[in-house]
């Protein structure tokens, strides 16, 4: 049984930082890609930040040199250092998972992830 809790969510003010963390179980994390997905209320999910299982990443380019994506195989965690905070970045955050590498051009597209967390909520005021 795959789960993703995330967590570190909260309320920030612009040009703050938050530190979002995903906690995973139930599988081999080093077969995997792991993403970070956005959703604004009225708004697609998008996204935000990916890691393959060699270790390339992949950003969006809103939060390119802003954000940062890094995965501790060790504890069964991924992480999302968000820097810089715009009010355009309020959104749920989600970490998703896939058990299977992918092309890295489709890293940030939602349909090729598996498994999703519940979600963690980021308000930047």
């Known amino acids: 049984h795959v789960q993703l809790v995330e967590s570190g969510g909260g309320s920030v003010q612009a040009g703050g930082s938050l530190r979002l963390s995903c906690a995973f179980s139930?599988?081999?994390?080093?077969?995997?890609?792991m993403g970070w997905f956005r959703q604004a209320p009225g708004k697609e999910r998008e996204g935000v930040a990916a890691?393959?299982?060699?270790?390339?990443?992949s950003y969006a380019d809103s939060v390119k040199d802003r954000f940062t994506i890094s995965k501790d195989n060790a504890k069964n965690t991924l992480t999302l250092q968000m820097n810089s905070l715009k009010p355009e970045d309020t959104a749920m955050y989600y970490c998703?998972?896939?058990?299977?590498?992918?092309?890295?051009?489709?890293?940030?597209?939602?349909?090729?992830?598996?498994?999703w967390g519940q979600g963690t909520q980021v308000t930047v005021s």
């Open positions: 890691i393959d299982r060699g270790g390339t990443t």
């Open positions: 998703a998972a896939r058990p299977f590498a992918t092309e890295w051009r489709f890293l940030l597209q939602s349909t090729v992830y598996n498994y």
């Open positions: 139930g599988y081999t994390y080093s077969g995997h890609c």
